[in-house]
Structure formats: structure tokens, C-alpha cells
């Protein structure tokens, strides 16, 4: 019987591996973005089998009416069986003259959007009695605060840990499990900005910072998309079942806990 999983952020980067890995592996996939054309494209891609239809929706993940439609929707019409939210945004400044209205939009994006498309996702499960899994996407930041420029990304992915791990605690006994992953210098659209910025902020070439990124990382390349993906689609598996509240490492033993 196939499963639907709706994943969030899911017109881009890590987020369209995810969509695509777990399409490869039978998922029926809701591709949901803020870019409703983004998310439109990358459904129409997706590999299918056995006449499943992958389909978009357009999301604000900040937005609990938002959440809540799309979660109450993809129960009604398909069955939620999971939800993966990976959307996420970062900006890259001093902790000095980091601005306050920058800290807001990644607070609202990156922890507020997990709260939100959680509780509406378990809302959802919990009504229709499905004992499904969560998955959302923290990072190797939200272990370990030595991570220069992104204070505000930092505090929000200590918090999507934190979360985690309360929203594991209390649907436990609805047998819904929520997990994290936590990549680590993964190559994609935002590591590309990120590299700019950095490079801009220490003096150096992004050429440098690539560099340090690798000297970081004891498997000696930098995290493709398809690593996080892998992961998740392991945590969303049978497999997992009995795994809940983990803030699963995915970075090449760029940080270890």
C-alpha cells in the first residue's frame, strides 16, 4: 500500500532530494514550497510507479492556516502517513551588528515553521488515528554554538532539537514518532550564498572557506543533498519505528556528540 508524505521546502536543495528520494522509494509525495512554481516543477519530475500521482502545494510554513489546510487536505484525500519539515532560510552576519528583523525572519521560518507544520501534521494524524512519523531538519549548528555569522541560525536549530524531542515526548502515545536530522556542510543553493557571505566576513576567497569546510570534515568531501535525504527516508522506514526524539548526525564527522 503506498504511503504519503508531505515535504516542506521542498522546491530546492536538500528539501527536492528528500522529495525524490523517498518518490524512488514508493512514497506518494505533496511537494510544498513558498515558490508554488517551484514546487509544481519538482512534483511533475518525480520518479512514479504504479500510477502514483505526486502533487504540489504551495506553503508558508510560518502560517498555522497554511499548515492546517494542506495537513487536513492530504489526510482527507490521501491518508498522511509522514511529514518532513525541512524548510529553512539563513543569513550570515556578526553576532554585533546582527539585525533584529533578520533574527525574526529565521526564528519564524526555521523554528516557528517546524512548530506550526508539526502540530498540524499531528493534528491531523492523531483524528485520523494513523500512528505516522515526523521528521524535521535541524542541522550540525544546532549541537554546537561554534559556528561563526549564523547566531540567530544557531539559537533556532538548538531550538528545532529541543522541539524534537518535546514533540516526541507528548506524541509518543499516539505512537507518532518525530526525529531530526542534522546535516552538515551540505553543497546547495544556501551553502552557495553562505559561501559569498562567509568569505566576504572573514577576508578570504570562498575558495578558502570551501576549503576549511573540508579540512573540517573527516570523510573529506563536502554532504550532497542525497546524504540527508538517505537519512530521512531511514527514519521514515519501519526500520525506525522505534527510534524517536534522536537528533541524528548526518555530517561526515564534521561535529560528533
Not at 119 to 137: E, K, L, W, Y
Not at 146 to 169: E, H, I, N
Amino acid at each position: 500500500m503506498t504511503k504519503t508524505v508531505v515535504v516542506t521546502g521542498a522546491g530546492s536543495g536538500i528539501g527536492r532530494a528528500i522529495a525524490v528520494t523517498l518518490a524512488e522509494r514508493s512514497w506518494q509525495v505533496v511537494v510544498t514550497d513558498v515558490d508554488g512554481d517551484s514546487a509544481r516543477d519538482v512534483a511533475a519530475a518525480l520518479p512514479s510507479a504504479d500510477g502514483v500521482k505526486h502533487e504540489s502545494a504551495v506553503l508558508n510554513v510560518s502560517s498555522p492556516a497554511d499548515a492546517a489546510a494542506v495537513a487536513f487536505d492530504v489526510t482527507d484525500r490521501l491518508g498522511l502517513d509522514a511529514w518532513v519539515s525541512n524548510a529553512g532560510i539563513s543569513f550570515m552576519h556578526s553576532f554585533l551588528e546582527a539585525p533584529i528583523a533578520r533574527y525574526d525572519q529565521t526564528m519564524d521560518v526555521n523554528l516557528k515553521g517546524v512548530f506550526v507544520c508539526g502540530q498540524a501534521a499531528a493534528r491531523a494524524m492523531v483524528r485520523s488515528g494513523t500512528a505516522g512519523a515526523i521528521v524535521n531538519t535541524a542541522s550540525m549548528a544546532g549541537k554546537q554554538g561554534r559556528v561563526p555569522f549564523l547566531s540567530d541560525y544557531v539559537a533556532s536549530k538548538f531550538g528545532v532539537v529541543g522541539l524534537t524531542q518535546a514533540m516526541a515526548y507528548e506524541l509518543g502515545e499516539h505512537g507518532i514518532t518525530v526525529n531530526c536530522v542534522c546535516p552538515g556542510y551540505v553543497e546547495t543553493p544556501m551553502q552557495s550564498r553562505e559561501l559569498e557571505w562567509e568569505a566576504q566576513l572573514r577576508g578570504t576567497t570562498t575558495e578558502g572557506v570551501r576549503a576549511m569546510m573540508l579540512a573540517d570534515t573527516p570523510l573529506r568531501r563536502l554532504e550532497q543533498p542525497e546524504d540527508v535525504a538517505k537519512s530521512v527516508a531511514f527514519l521514515l522506514s519501519p526500520d525506525a519505528r522505534f527510534i524517536t526524539g534522536e537528533a541524528l548526525a548526518v555530517n561526515g564527522g564534521a561535529y560528533m556528540d
